[in-house]
């Protein structure tokens, strides 16, 4: 089975500072990761995604994640908050072939943004 | 614009009543999804559906039904037999390709008294 874990129900950073998000995934074979965003009310939005052709991805909004096969990783970062980035961010994992997740979607818990002025 | 349309945004029902949850998507994606959201439990999956015609249970379909009749529609019905019913509800599609994302809706908010 895959699963997620999203270190840190809550994050807090000052505008201007370093925004590291954790995410761990457990997967029986290479998976495909997925980092999204959601607003209050709303629906998730992607950020990124890991799909096996580079390790480190770039997305959105000027955030970026790395993919580190050794320690089960997918951390998200962005060298400078903006007041405009908090929001609850989730990490994903999707089972490739040969799993028994083949297909599904599994998301952590979510982490929750605070950015102080 | 292509996109995830879910119906109504707020929705109040009284306990021991149905209620259906509307999802329409214009992307022409095969595959669509059911997500319940719980502050502090992330996204769980509810239903979801490769193919019209076809529908699979997720991890929580106790107490939930769907329909997969037409490719652009995957409406959600919460039963009588949900026991906690209120919840944020997120209706997802995605081409069906293993390595695409999902496109979320706005997602209902249903509040049972």
């Known amino acids: 089975a895959q699963s997620v874990t999203q270190l840190g129900s809550h994050v807090s950073v000052s505008e201007g500072a370093l925004v590291l998000l954790r995410c761990n995934y457990s997967?029986?074979?290479?998976?495909?990761l997925f980092w999204y965003v959601q607003y209050p009310n709303q629906g998730l939005q992607l950020l990124l995604k890991?799909?096996?052709?580079?390790?480190l991805v770039k997305g959105i909004n000027g955030f970026e994640a790395e993919f580190k096969k050794s320690e089960t990783s997918f951390h998200l970062t962005k060298p400078s908050a903006h007041m405009s980035d908090a929001a609850e961010y989730f990490c994903?994992?999707?089972?490739?072939?040969?799993?028994?997740?083949?297909?599904?979607?599994?998301f952590g818990q979510g982490t929750i943004l605070t950015v102080h002025p | 614009d292509g996109g995830i349309t879910q119906s109504p945004k707020y929705l109040f029902r009284k306990e021991g009543q149905n209620v259906t949850l509307s999802c329409e998507q214009n992307?022409?994606?095969?595959?669509m999804y059911w997500y319940r959201q719980d502050p502090g439990q992330g996204l769980r999956l509810i239903y979801y559906?490769?193919?019209?015609?076809?529908?699979q249970k997720g991890d929580i379909a106790e107490g939930y039904s769907v329909s997969r009749e037409k490719k652009e529609s995957f409406p959600l019905t919460v039963t009588s037999a949900q026991k906690n019913p209120t919840a944020f509800y997120l209706c997802?599609?995605?081409?069906?390709?293993?390595?695409?994302?999902?496109?979320f809706g706005n997602g209902t908010r249903l509040t049972v008294t």
């Open positions: 997802a599609s995605s081409s069906g390709r293993i390595n695409s994302p999902l496109h």
């Open positions: 997967s029986s074979v290479p998976p495909y």
């Open positions: 890991y799909t096996s052709a580079a390790t």
């Open positions: 994903a994992v999707r089972g490739g072939a040969g799993g028994t997740s083949y297909g599904k979607l599994t």
């Open positions: 992307l022409n994606h095969d595959a």
């Open positions: 559906s490769q193919i019209v015609n076809d529908f």
